[in-house]
């Protein structure tokens, strides 16, 4: 027997991945799957893991990276990425076929369970991705930092600023972060000024 459970077991596994990537309907990262999955005690840590990998080796859902290319999400549809790339998850043209002719195999309690916190956690994510802020370091003396708001995939903002330590990269990060709404009206406000 597999020291993670039976067959049956780790089918059903697979089986509500395949269902929690086909709710979300988007791409979606390990750690948001694995918070989701453990919160909602659908399985342990490993078992998740193994079966991630084992659907990415069979094809069922796959990686994509994070620059969203349309040849990169041709590619992952078409399952010809792998586990263990950074990036999102997402499910395969093979995997929702298979999805939809097993999905009544998935107890009708889970199905629920899913159906209900799914939505929220894809609003969380949405959010977490409607503002960002990170830093590249350039050299021991200039980092660069990369601001950006979105709505609803729509840029509203890309600001790039060269800066000179390390902490100056993290306080424009984290003010970004906390005080956006505020930076983007400034900003905006004084573009359109008459000069």
């Given at each position: 027997?597999?020291?993670?459970?039976?067959s049956?077991?780790?089918?059903?596994?697979?089986?509500i991945i395949?269902?929690?990537?086909?709710?979300?309907?988007?791409?979606?990262?390990?750690?948001?799957?694995?918070?989701?999955v453990l919160?909602t005690?659908?399985?342990?840590?490993?078992?998740?893991?193994?079966c991630?990998n084992e659907l990415?080796?069979s094809?069922?859902?796959?990686?994509i990276?994070?620059d969203?290319?349309?040849e990169?999400m041709a590619?992952a549809?078409?399952?010809q990425?792998?586990?263990g790339?950074?990036?999102?998850?997402?499910l395969?043209?093979t995997?929702k076929k298979?999805l939809r002719?097993?999905?009544n195999?998935?107890s009708?309690v889970?199905?629920?369970?899913?159906?209900d916190?799914?939505?929220a956690?894809?609003?969380?994510?949405e959010?977490?991705l409607?503002?960002?802020?990170?830093y590249v370091?350039?050299?021991e003396?200039?980092y660069?930092?990369?601001?950006?708001?979105?709505?609803?995939?729509?840029?509203?903002?890309?600001?790039?600023a060269?800066?000179g330590?390390?902490?100056d990269a993290?306080?424009?990060?984290?003010?970004?972060?906390?005080?956006?709404a505020?930076?983007?009206?400034?900003?905006?406000?004084s573009?359109?000024?008459?000069r």
């Amino acid at each position: 027997m597999n020291p993670l459970g039976s067959s049956k077991e780790i089918v059903q596994n697979k089986l509500i991945i395949m269902y929690i990537l086909h709710k979300f309907n988007m791409p979606v990262s390990n750690g948001n799957i694995t918070g989701l999955v453990l919160e909602t005690r659908l399985m342990n840590y490993f078992m998740l893991q193994q079966c991630i990998n084992e659907l990415c080796e069979s094809s069922m859902i796959s990686v994509i990276n994070n620059d969203k290319s349309a040849e990169n999400m041709a590619e992952a549809r078409s399952g010809q990425s792998t586990a263990g790339s950074s990036g999102n998850y997402i499910l395969t043209e093979t995997g929702k076929k298979t999805l939809r002719y097993l999905m009544n195999t998935i107890s009708p309690v889970v199905r629920k369970q899913l159906d209900d916190i799914v939505p929220a956690v894809r609003r969380e994510i949405e959010e977490d991705l409607l503002i960002t802020a990170d830093y590249v370091p350039e050299s021991e003396n200039k980092y660069v930092v990369i601001c950006k708001m979105r709505e609803k995939g729509f840029p509203l903002i890309e600001l790039r600023a060269a800066v000179g330590t390390k902490k100056d990269a993290l306080d424009v990060c984290d003010n970004w972060k906390k005080h956006s709404a505020a930076i983007y009206a400034e900003i905006i406000e004084s573009l359109t000024k008459q000069r």
